[in-house]
């Protein structure tokens, strides 16, 4: 049978910006011109791949990632694409990359205007060219769009992809409006935080008044303290305050961090838009929260830092210091706000009271033969022998396909699938294998931390340090009522998963 080729359609950003105006869809008229195309030049299309975002990068395109597996197949002869630039013409390197499979696999590119052979060494130039002086070109627009951006904001007008709670994007435009709904919630919030309430008592005050936030979720503090500094609300337009920059790269993938730039980096001007606050309540909203500078202690203070969690939604406890009725500070663990779980919050010496219950038990189930420990010898010889089935299948794969008996898209697919298996194996047995504790190891370890949780010279940070060489994770419950009774179930490293408590009555 004929090789095949494969079609590859991407939008450019002139593209993108064109259909905003109706202009055309641009998939649908280059998928029609270079089908014209391959049924001109007799060439067998096998598969279409549609890229319906314009990425930068290699890893932000999930179809052209699959067209460069699929050319690894011997039996396909080329890719057909509108132009050059389309498969690339961002970072050097990723180009390069680009440039290098379709050399060593000898896939032919196709355009309406030529045919490219990679294996000859003209058109190998030539495409060097062109994705060379795309990559000069994709940086300039890139600068003409950025000094575009920085100067219609600077012209009063709003360029954020999503308009801010309390607004409304005009279609077409740089401009927002108030939203009839969301309005009146955020100057609200302006209003508590000027006359002295807290971000806290904000967000529980809007979630007991069943309003809840754009998508439908629970308010938090850290959202409360997001709308509060923003200065769109008094009238005002930031635009460049907080820059995604990269910081390296690991092979095609970017890593990038998000940083806030400093004074006279970014636009803050007066905005054509209706503002919702006026600047002197903005001002006083600030001045709550600005007025006494927070001074931050690092060292841990929670014992159980990063291992109890809710029992219902598996969201970490946090450690608050809080007042009572008589104004005395105490620690208490407490459920994240933005979530619909209604876990309560229970004081941390009763929580650290009923670990300890739960550890002595533990321990002395131990003893007494009632929990088991370490692993199953049976299992862990039928997954040794797994494994070394699974290392003989590969092997037999390689095999077929030195000898030609597959082909590389089924040796890939079929080496894959078992790789993906033997990872899930070996996983299994190492967990399996971590278990092999001793009884009598357990038992000790269990009653030593005990000992630890009750010796207050001891810091957090060591009893922390101590319960997570022993503990895996603690699924905490309490009754919703005050006082309700705090069930805790521990999950021991080295032993079976614990049963769930009972629920109560």
């Known amino acids: 049978m004929a090789g095949y080729y494969l079609m590859y359609l991407r939008k450019s950003r002139a593209d993108a910006e064109k259909e905003k105006y109706g202009k055309y869809e ?9 089908t014209k195309l391959a049924r001109l030049e007799h060439l067998r299309v096998a598969e279409v791949y549609r890229e319906l975002v314009s990425g930068e990068t290699i890893e932000a395109r999930t179809e052209f990632k699959k067209v ?18 389309r498969l690339g013409r961002g970072d050097p390197v990723e180009y390069g990359w680009i440039l290098s499979c379709f050399r060593f696999t000898h896939t032919l590119i196709v355009t309406p205007g030529r045919t490219y052979d990679p294996d000859n060494a003209s058109d190998l130039q030539q495409l060097k060219l062109q994705m060379f ?9 890139r600068e003409r769009l950025t000094g575009g951006s920085y100067a219609s904001a600077e012209r009063g007008n709003y360029l954020g992809s999503k308009p801010p709670y309390g607004y409304d994007k005009v279609a077409g435009k740089s401009a927002i409006v108030p939203n009839s709904r969301e309005a009146p919630v955020v100057r609200r919030i302006f209003s508590m935080a000027a006359d002295g309430a807290n971000k806290g008592e904000i ?6 008044s069943g309003i809840l936030t754009r998508h439908g979720k629970l308010w938090c503090s850290s959202r409360i303290g997001t709308i509060i500094s923003n200065p769109v609300y008094k009238g005002y337009v930031r635009y460049g305050y907080r820059r995604q920059r990269v910081v390296s790269r690991e092979g095609m993938t970017f890593v990038k961090q998000t940083k806030v730039s400093r004074d006279g980096e970014y636009v803050l001007t007066k905005g054509v838009h209706e503002p919702l606050v006026s600047e002197r309540e903005w001002r006083r909203a600030q001045g709550a929260f600005e007025a006494v500078p927070v001074q931050r202690d690092r060292t841990m203070k929670n014992p159980l830092s ?9 969201r970490a406890l946090v450690r608050q210091v809080v007042k009572n009725r008589y104004g005395s500070k105490y620690e208490r663990l407490h459920h994240a706000y933005n979530s619909e779980c209604r876990c309560r919050s229970a004081d941390l010496g009763d929580i650290i009271d009923a670990l300890c219950e739960a550890l002595a038990q533990i321990a002395k189930d131990v003893e007494l033969g009632v929990k088991c420990c370490g692993a199953d010898p049976n299992e862990l010889e039928s997954l040794e022998r797994a494994i070394e089935e699974e290392d003989r299948k590969l092997d037999k794969l390689l095999e ?4 030609e008996a597959i082909t590389v898209g089924e040796f890939k697919q079929r080496r894959d699938a078992s790789e993906e298996l033997s990872r899930r194996l070996r996983e299994r047995h190492d967990d399996l294998a971590a278990r092999a504790a001793e009884p009598a190891e357990i038992v000790t370890t269990t009653r030593g931390a005990i000992r630890l949780l009750a010796d207050d010279s001891v810091s957090a940070e060591a009893k922390n340090s101590f319960l997570r060489r022993i503990i895996e994770r603690i699924d905490y419950w309490r009754e919703d009522r005050r006082g309700g009774r705090i069930r805790l179930v521990v999950h021991m490293r080295g032993m079976d998963p614990p049963q769930p408590p009972p629920t109560p009555s």
């Open 68 to 85: 460069m597996e699929r050319i690894a197949d011997e039996d396909c002869e080329g890719v057909i694409v509108h132009a050059i630039d």
């Open 133 to 141: 002086v795309s990559n000069i070109e994709f940086d300039h627009i």
């Open 306 to 314: 990063g291992l109890i969690v809710c029992g219902d939604c598996g």
């Open 203 to 208: 967000a529980r005050s809007l979630n007991d």
């Open 26 to 34: 641009t998939l649908a008229v280059h998928e029609e011109q270079l």
């Open 400 to 403: 077929l396909y030195y000898a």
